[in-house]
């Protein structure tokens, strides 16, 4: 069973963009500054989703009230006429909470950290569009486990949390006893999360392993990286003797719906192509003879090349071939 699901790729699953959107608060405006004013301090300076932090500044225009803003980014995915072209971040800002300076100057907050992609956010002071000061503060992250133990096929789920969004930030992965299992994807779920793989190998102890990488290539070498202070996990189970836990059937794990679809008639063919039962023509550099042929399937592309190589001492030659549909 350990080989079997080595040799396959698990799709890593995205959840829980709702929630971490909720606890943002409301959107609030991407304020520019016009010169900083004063000076601001958060206690502490990093720590994991929800933890507790002070906020003090001093040198503001006095009885003043402000915005406590928290600056993130909402991710997606760039597709575009069937074609992928990477991850895309906009930049965004939530209210924390509105705050007001003393006849001196000088204020103190406390906020809550919300669920949201890890490493560096700008806790800003703004009033409108105006910024005034910024501190910075760093999310941690976290990977949870469970069950920490069960026979060969128990199902696993792993949660993490904190998950980054720039380079070097935002590609982890999950490796079951050093092999390559999956690609963790949070680039629309603001840094978070969950999913389950099935436990594998005999009756002991197995390590679970989360850690950055690139194109299937997971960077152990992180002390001599760029990013030297990214983290590496690695998470015991532990294979219990017993009967092995089977999967559900495949009719209970196939996809019952889908998330959305275009209206009708959004979706349409640009060129009309032949019906099926229509003629069309194939000719190569291997053969010059014109084939008449009939298609019997549904109408394809209007062009399509295919490359042939030859296997054989009477075929050493690189064949094209070009397939065209009948006019």
Do not use: C
């Amino acid at each position: 069973m350990g080989a079997a699901m080595r040799g396959v790729l698990v799709l890593v699953a995205l959840l829980m963009p709702a929630a971490a959107a909720a606890q943002r608060g409301r959107e609030a405006p991407l304020a520019t500054p016009q010169g900083y004013v004063g000076r601001m301090a958060v206690s502490p300076e990093h720590g994991p989703p929800w933890t507790p932090v002070t906020v003090t500044a001093e040198g503001l225009p006095a009885d003043s009230e402000f915005q406590l803003v928290w600056r993130t980014v909402k991710g997606s995915w760039k597709v575009a006429q069937g074609e992928y072209h990477g991850r895309e971040y906009a930049p965004a800002a939530f209210e924390l909470a509105m705050v007001r300076s003393d006849a001196a100057g000088k204020l103190a907050a406390t906020f809550t950290v919300p669920e949201d992609f890890g490493f560096l956010h700008d806790v800003v002071l703004q009033k409108g569009e105006r910024l005034f000061i910024q501190a910075a503060f760093s999310v941690d992250m976290s990977v949870t486990l469970s069950p920490t133990s069960g026979p060969a096929g128990a199902p696993i789920t792993l949660e993490v949390k904190g998950i980054g969004w720039r380079p070097l930030e935002n590609s982890w992965m999950l490796l079951y006893d050093n092999h390559f299992t999956g690609w963790i994807s949070a680039v629309t779920t603001a840094g978070a999360a969950r999913f389950t793989i099935p436990a594998s190998g005999g009756p002991g102890v197995h390590v679970l392993e989360i850690l950055h990488g690139e194109f299937t290539f997971p960077y152990r070498n992180m002390q001599q990286s760029p990013e030297s202070n990214r983290p590496h996990f690695a998470l015991n189970f532990t294979v219990t003797p017993g009967a092995p836990v089977q999967p559900r059937p495949a009719s209970e794990q196939m996809q019952q719906g889908v998330r959305g679809l275009p209206k009708p008639g959004v979706l349409a063919v640009a060129r009309p192509l032949p019906a099926s039962g229509s003629r069309w023509q194939s000719a190569g550099l291997a053969s010059r003879r014109a084939k008449a042929m009939r298609s019997n399937g549904p109408p394809s592309l209007a062009t399509v090349s295919a490359a042939m190589a030859g296997t054989s001492h009477q075929d050493r030659s690189r064949r094209r071939w070009r397939i065209r549909l009948g006019v």
